[in-house]
């Protein structure tokens, strides 16, 4: 007998129509999601130790970590940075990471809509006090101007700038 679906599909239908809805006015109304959602990363950098296993645990290459060594020798966080729109959300990297409290965790902000590219990155960046600071390394001055500096046989594009690389880090 045709028609046997459509009158079951307008049955449902029917029923529907008289429960209460269960529809959220998002984005007026946030969610209420459950706890272990995953959504947007939270990083708490004072408990980094810069070991760089969340980013060799991410298999698309997302976390880049830049640390220096101190007069100890000890790590040093300078830079924790997430690229947000190759993200799987796969949670390898909480699950690497070694701290306690976790260094990396999900939280439930799943908003994570933007309007420019530049967005998507999720940079941290840890400030030391004056005499934990690194100096820059720094390219050999030049004497005179940088064009003459060019023009004098050095190597050509040599301004004598700050490379910003940190000392000891990837």
């Known amino acids: 007998m045709y028609g046997l679906g459509l009158l079951k599909g307008l049955g449902v239908s029917l029923k529907r129509f008289w429960m209460p809805k269960i529809t959220q006015k998002y984005p007026e109304v946030q969610p209420d999601l459950p706890q272990r959602s995953k ?7 004072d408990t980094c130790t ?4 969340c980013s060799m645990a991410c298999p698309n290459g997302v976390i880049k970590v830049e640390w ?3 007069e ?4 040093r966080l300078d830079r924790y940075r997430m690229n947000l729109g190759h993200c799987l959300f796969c949670g390898l990297c ?3 990471c070694p701290t306690t409290p976790k260094s990396i965790d999900f939280k ?18 840890k400030s030391y006090p004056a005499a934990e600071a690194v100096a820059p390394v720094m390219a050999p001055a030049a ?12 190597a050509s594009g040599s301004t004598g700038v700050a490379s910003g690389a940190p000392e000891g880090g990837n």
């Open 94 to 96: 909480v699950e690497a």
């Open 39 to 45: 959504g947007s990363f939270k990083y708490d950098k």
């Open 72 to 75: 100890s020798g000890k790590k």
């Open 143 to 154: 004497t005179g101007s940088p064009a003459a500096a060019g023009s004098a046989g050095g």
């Open 50 to 53: 810069s070991c760089e296993l």
């Open 108 to 125: 439930t902000d799943f908003a994570l809509g933007c309007w420019r590219k530049e967005d998507i990155y999720r940079i941290w960046t």
């Open 68 to 70: 220096h060594k101190d």
